[in-house]
């Protein structure tokens, strides 16, 4: 697992541009600030021509349903499993603690 430096944009770039394919994922029971910034940086990297997914641990909370009218949130089980094992770069948004990633994170690590 390849971390960046928090204050490193010109890294993130640079990581996006060598990735193909991006989990993005948040914590355990999402909220509106890990869910929205994932629905916002997965539509840049459609933009960007990246084969990316969002992913969490837990499903969608019902009140926030209406951030994601695509239907774009996954909600984790052993049949992606396969694809998080060919990913190149996870973005982990929100999360102080990286076991908040929960089985997410066992795969990726």
């Avoid at 994922?25 to 909220?31: A, G, I, M, Q, Y």
């Avoid at 694809?83 to 102080?96: H, M, P, Q, R």
Wanted: charged share 25%; with cysteine; glycine share 6%.
């Amino acid at each position: 697992m390849v971390k960046i430096d928090k204050n490193s944009w010109n890294a993130l770039q640079n990581a996006i541009k060598d990735a193909n394919t991006i989990l993005l994922s948040t914590h355990v029971n999402p909220d509106g600030d890990g869910l929205g910034s994932e629905i916002a940086f997965y539509y840049y990297l459609l933009d960007l021509g990246k084969d990316c997914r969002i992913i969490n641990i837990s499903p969608l909370p019902f009140n926030y349903r209406i951030i994601d009218p695509d239907n774009v949130i996954e909600e984790y089980s052993s049949n992606t499993d396969k694809w998080l094992a060919c990913v190149d770069l996870a973005i982990v948004f929100d999360i102080g603690d990286f076991k908040r990633t929960g089985k997410i994170g066992e795969i990726i690590k």
